[in-house]
């Protein structure tokens, strides 16, 4: 039985309830109305996959509504019941997004028939926009995953791989959205409509993560007071998406790696076995092939689990996503706060730019969820530094020029600390003609007998 809704929109209330009979013994969910603001009401406050509306209604046109439930919601498609004497305008109505017309009186097959292929469209229709809210088109990416040439290609190779049921292995810094790619993977694969079960692996204690993978059986060990289903059951027919994979024990690598080999696995206590149909997704901010020459990861697991590696660039090589990525998390954050920020200082976008970010995206959005939330403007400007900037001068590539006195003046300090402020010795040690060297401390502002008083006072 099919559970799509649609909305039927007629004035003849006879035609109404032939119309609602034929497409509900289909088993389609329907709403009627008789009127084009009821219409455009039930438009608004429901999920349509599909419209029927007369060419007139009443006094009122049956395009216009079209074009207003269009407005509403782009994807559902409309079909306009017209009779004999108006085909023509059925037809100027296809000319302007109407997705087909039935005349009237129409045959139950035709009306089905028609009714299905629209409905084929507005499935197609709702794909198409998902894929472009989760990944954006292919020239121009949501802000909250950027528009950079890295990231383009890593959402080429999310969407190439989420085409196969391979296992994929996620790797990249913390906090560059390991989990978020793992996500979008699964939404966009055949797996869609089964459960996303995530863990952490370096979150779960040693003795308890068997119990948490695979379940248990009440009496299992001391505690296990009922039945837990673990999370490979969960995830039967979904995907389970296993974060900090390289922080899991050898002895939980040879379970796991048995469980991926076999396809099935034994809660603990139990004597049936359950089959596994989970695609595996893994994720760390560690290099596996090291994990593995080091002996810390077991060389067949790593086969196992690294057949499509997608690599996250950090956020310090995909700056170009940073005015986008901050904007995005201010309109989030004023949203929830109540606030009407318009956007961020030129400054502080600048200091943005010129950090290093080592905690990737989740540091920027925490630092911006902090400026959203201190300022008092509408710009936010630069109180949301604090806390960056006492290193942003190190990551920021200076002009030369300053770089040079930076150098200069930080030489000519030691210097005078080393010699106590002897100029002689000082020349002397710098190759400097004496006259030379007053004429560059004193552009520092440097004087030698500073230093000669802190060695008289020890």
């Known amino acids: 039985m099919a559970d799509e809704n649609i909305l039927i929109v007629d004035d003849d209330n006879h035609m109404l309830d032939v119309l609602e009979l034929s497409i509900a013994a289909e088993g389609y969910k329907i709403v009627t109305s008789t009127n084009v603001n009821d219409a455009i009401s039930a438009a608004k406050n429901n999920m349509f996959d599909l419209a029927l509306v007369d060419l007139r209604i009443a006094e009122e046109s049956g395009i216009e509504l079209m074009n207003n439930i269009s407005r509403?919601?782009?994807?559902?498609?409309?079909?306009?019941?017209t009779a004999h004497g108006t085909i023509k305008t059925a037809?100027?109505?296809?000319?302007?997004?109407?997705?087909?017309?039935l005349v009237k009186p129409f045959d139950h097959r035709e009306l089905i028939l028609q009714i299905k292929n629209g409905l084929e469209k507005s499935s197609l229709s709702r794909e198409v926009r998902r894929l472009k809210t989760l990944i954006g088109e292919r020239y121009g990416f949501k802000n909250i995953i950027g528009k950079s040439k890295k990231m383009q290609e890593v959402m080429e190779q999310v969407s190439r791989a989420a085409e196969t049921d391979s296992n994929v292995c996620i790797c990249g810094e913390s906090g560059t959205g390991k989990e978020l790619i793992a996500k979008s993977l699964h939404l966009l694969s055949s797996r869609k409509n089964n459960s996303f079960v995530a863990i952490n692996c370096a979150a779960i204690p040693e003795g308890l993560i068997e119990g948490e993978l695979f379940g248990y059986e009440r009496g299992a060990f001391t505690g296990a007071i009922k039945n837990k289903k673990g999370f490979f059951a969960q995830a039967n027919g979904g995907s389970i998406f296993m974060d900090e994979i390289s922080e899991m024990s050898e002895l939980m690598q040879a379970k796991l790696l048995r469980v991926l080999q076999e396809k099935h696995f034994y809660p603990l206590g139990a004597e049936k076995l359950i089959k596994s149909d989970a695609r595996i997704l893994t994720a760390t901010n560690k290099d596996l092939k090291d994990e593995v020459k080091k002996g810390s990861f077991r060389e067949d697991l790593f086969y196992r689990i690294?057949?499509?590696p997608i690599h996250l660039p950090p956020l310090r090589e995909r700056k170009k996503d940073i005015p986008l990525l901050a904007d995005h998390f201010i309109k989030n954050f004023s949203k929830k706060m109540n606030k009407s920020i318009k956007g961020i200082s030129?400054?502080?976008l600048q200091k943005l730019l010129s950090y290093s970010w080592p905690g990737n995206v989740r540091e920027l959005e925490n630092t911006?969820?902090?400026a959203?939330?201190?300022?008092?403007?509408?710009v936010i400007s630069d109180e949301l530094m604090l806390h960056i900037d006492k290193t942003i001068e190190d990551d920021r590539i200076k002009p030369m020029k300053k770089a040079k006195n930076d150098f200069e003046k930080k030489y000519l300090i030691k210097l005078m600390e080393y010699t106590h402020g002897n100029i002689t010795k000082a020349s002397t040690i710098?190759?400097?003609?004496?006259a030379d060297l007053y004429k560059i401390l004193e552009k520092y502002e440097i004087k030698p007998t500073d230093f000669r008083k802190n060695i008289c006072s020890k």
């Open 72 to 81: 509403i919601s782009p994807e559902v498609p409309v079909i306009i019941l």
């Open 91 to 101: 037809v100027e109505a296809m000319k302007q997004g109407a997705y087909g017309y």
């Open 306 to 308: 690294y057949v499509i």
């Open 346 to 348: 030129t400054d502080s």
């Open 368 to 370: 911006i969820e902090y």
């Open 372 to 378: 959203v939330a201190m300022t008092t403007k509408d």
């Open 430 to 434: 710098a190759k400097k003609y004496r």
